[in-house]
């Protein structure tokens, strides 16, 4: 029987006690490329936002012969691996518990693999988010923790491969190999957040029609740091529904460290996972910096991605660094490269700026006052509506 405890920093000063080790799960460095299909989703799901996105594609082609591509473009999170490690590591041994990070790049395994080069990093599992496709209209996040050091490159070809020509029998027969593998630790990732928008509905229905087919090679349902809780309190439901674990994923990609960790008896990554596989039980620790206002923390996230960091290594300093764009010869480049000397188009360099002043102090501390909801935090509590 799958066993799950969630306990809230903020109102439990004394929740680490007893535990060895804090687990941070589910964050990104600047190995991992993020799709920047969501702006072309945003031009169709709001209308106000097309003709300033058909108007940065119109002066891209026209200053700078190139068309955008959204499905080709990318930009990648501000921390560098070393610097992710380390600001994870610092949350959870700040709360006297020794530290285990896995960091989950998006289909690669670049970060833990340097990682391991580096003394205090050596023991970091290999880790990865696979962007798994289903149903031919959706794709779902999976963690997959602690690949075998010696397999790893071949299990990467191997979720490449699938990707590249997907096929739901496939995907059960690739996730039934994973759990045969007794180290490894398979997570569903933020499960009902819609992030191909193809309808709260249909999606809901393909999470459960997945489940159904794939559950038992499954070992826990995250509780995602970075969505609301209305969506972790339904993720909670779905884990009842198909008696499963829950387990923490702070799904970090700016510098505010995860928002949530698990908290472990084991003294290694490997006795962790048979924690969670073997005896069936997760301790979900949220941190102070959930109870602030999602739409304040999506802003802050938002900045960070945006923002200059001149004490970073050069290629990680300016947000024209971190994203990526095909050239005039299809060749994926920097648009610091792009668009030299600060040459963005107009509206792009318009809305940075505009988010970039919402960060503002006096701004920022109106928005966050004006986002705050008591009453999602007392629901998340346990506390009924009435």
Do not use: C
Not at 346 to 364: C, D, E, K, T, Y
Request: aromatic share 8%; proline share 6%.
């Amino acid at each position: 029987m799958a066993h799950s405890t969630i306990s809230y920093l903020w109102r439990e000063q004394n929740a680490t006690r007893g535990f060895r080790a804090g687990v941070s799960l589910h964050s990104h460095t600047n190995q991992s490329r993020e799709t920047l299909d969501f702006l072309a989703n945003l031009g169709n799901q709001y209308p106000l936002i097309r003709p300033l996105l058909a108007r940065l594609e119109r002066r891209s082609e026209q200053q700078h012969g190139v068309r955008v591509n959204y499905s080709a473009s990318y930009w990648t999170p501000p921390m560098t691996p070393r610097l992710a490690f380390d600001l994870e590591s610092r949350q959870i041994e700040k709360l006297d518990m020794a530290s285990m990070v896995s960091i989950t790049d998006h289909d690669n395994i670049q970060a833990p693999m340097l990682l391991r080069t580096v003394a205090s990093a050596r023991q970091i599992p290999v880790s990865v988010e696979w962007s798994a496709p289903y149903g031919g209209v959706q794709s779902f996040h999976l963690g997959i923790h602690n690949l075998p050091s010696a397999g790893a490159q071949e299990w990467m070809s191997i979720l490449a491969g699938f990707t590249a020509q997907p096929s739901d029998s496939q995907l059960t027969e690739i996730l039934v190999a994973l759990n045969q593998e007794p180290n490894v630790l398979v997570v569903f990732n933020h499960p009902l957040w819609d992030l191909y928008l193809i309808g709260r509905e249909k999606h809901e229905s393909l999470v459960n029609e997945f489940l159904q087919r794939n559950g038992a090679y499954l070992h826990a349902l995250e509780l995602n740091g970075l969505r609301d809780w209305h969506e972790n309190r339904a993720v909670r439901r779905l884990a009842e529904k198909w008696n499963m674990l829950l387990i923490s994923g702070g799904d970090r990609h700016g510098v505010e460290p995860n928002a949530n960790i698990n908290l472990s008896h084991a003294t290694s990554f490997t006795e962790f996972v048979h924690e969670i596989r073997n005896e069936k039980r997760s301790n979900v620790l949220f941190m102070p910096q959930y109870a602030e206002p999602w739409k304040h923390r999506i802003l802050q996230s938002t900045l960070d991605a945006i923002r200059h960091y001149p004490e970073f290594p050069q290629g990680s300093r300016t947000w024209d660094e971190r994203v990526y764009h095909p050239d005039a010869n299809g060749v994926v480049r920097p648009l610091s490269e792009l668009w030299p000397d600060g040459n963005a188009p107009g509206v792009m360099r318009w809305g940075i700026a505009m988010v970039q002043m919402l960060g503002n102090a006096p701004v920022s501390g109106g928005l966050r006052f004006a986002w705050n909801d008591s009453q999602q935090l007392r629901l998340a509590l346990g506390e009924s509506e009435g």
